[in-house]
């Protein structure tokens, strides 16, 4: 059993799918909505790296002084200081020196260890690996999102869905950074056995600024971006894992990326607000603005297959709620005035 205790439970929940009248109004076909905001460390960034950090605190020999680190922007330093308290082992999360006082005190809270180092993400990896993980022999390094337990975990969300969801599912909306979420995506619907073999869509949405997928996609080559100009820093990769990229180029049939603008990214979270009663990052607005832009989803599924007025009311799309933890009502409250003469989405009566 290594260092995992007897009693540690699984650090991840199986989330509701629930119908979401208005998104469903909205679109003209059925919207549910993957609540992934409602796991314990308020994101999707629970399956992956639970699961990971699960496995490999299992597998560690009986003598190692078990010490998770992970380099992180924010939510998958939370999944691993959450986990590592179910784990009842210690965790250390090194943050970009840009990461809000809001996220540097929900890790604490939780126990962690956590340093400020560096603009950005490779920049806290290079610190991480330099400066403690080599200097510690019961050290694991945490993943934010490439490696194979963590697509694992994540595509549970698939499985979950099909029994939650009456009828097929015929495409998945999810939000991508790295691609961990993508992946287990793009994993479990591989992997499935659907109705008629007929396998959904999935489309991967990115903000303008923190699109490296779609960067990839179009110039047909795994390509770095040179910076990240996204308020959507949950997005924040200038490089998507391999696998993600080779997901894109060998599934084209299922797979495809799409880009919206921080403007509409940020307005579909004020506008969830309103609807859903429920606060998410622009990173899961990224994914909402894909059903609150007027006829882009039936536009990208008719594009593909043809969809008839009949057929489309017919149609389930299960949007994944990814959550993120980094969210006021005051941060709504200026998204809300920055952003709403830019957006193409119209707010809510409320």
């Not at 799309?317 to 809300?336: I, Y």
Request: charged letters at 20%.
């Amino acid at each position: 059993m290594g260092s995992l205790p007897s009693d540690a439970k699984i650090p991840w929940i199986q989330t509701p799918c629930v119908l979401s009248p208005e998104l469903s109004q909205v679109t003209g076909c059925n919207i549910y909505l993957k609540l992934e905001n409602l796991q314990p460390s308020g994101s999707f960034k629970s399956r992956g790296i639970g699961n990971f950090m699960t496995r490999a605190a299992a597998a560690a020999p009986d003598n190692l002084k078990v010490h998770f680190y992970c380099p992180s922007g924010g939510n998958a330093g939370l999944a691993c200081a959450t986990t590592a308290q179910s784990l009842g082992l210690p965790a250390t999360i090194v943050l970009p020196t840009i990461a809000s006082p809001l996220m540097r005190g929900k890790l604490s809270a939780l126990g962690a260890d956590v340093h400020s180092v560096g603009a950005n993400w490779a920049e806290c990896n290079a610190y991480l690996h330099e400066q403690l993980l080599s200097k510690d022999p019961g050290g694991i390094y945490v993943p934010p999102f490439d490696h194979e337990d963590v697509w694992a975990g994540a595509s549970t969300l698939v499985d979950e869905a099909r029994t939650q969801v009456e009828g097929d599912i015929d495409a998945f909306v999810c939000s991508v950074g790295g691609g961990g979420l993508l992946n287990g995506i793009m994993k479990g619907v591989l992997e499935c056995t659907w109705h008629d073999g007929k396998q959904p869509r999935v489309f991967a949405l990115e903000t303008s600024g923190a699109d490296s997928l779609n960067a990839s996609v179009r110039a047909n080559e795994h390509v770095t971006l040179p910076a990240i100009t996204s308020i959507a820093t949950s997005l924040g990769a200038l490089r998507v894992s391999t696998q993600t990229w080779e997901h894109a180029r060998d599934h084209p049939e299922i797979l495809k990326s799409l880009v919206v603008s921080d403007a509409d990214a940020a307005i579909s979270c004020v506008r969830f607000a309103d609807d859903a009663r429920i606060l998410v990052e622009p990173a899961c607005g990224a994914t909402l603005a894909a059903a609150y832009q007027a006829g882009r989803l039936r536009k990208e599924l008719a594009g593909i297959s043809g969809v008839t007025d009949d057929d489309w009311r017919q149609k389930n799309v299960v949007l994944v709620v990814c959550g993120g933890s980094g969210v006021t009502l005051g941060m709504l409250t200026k998204w809300r005035e920055t952003y709403k003469s830019e957006s193409s989405i119209e707010l809510g009566q409320w």
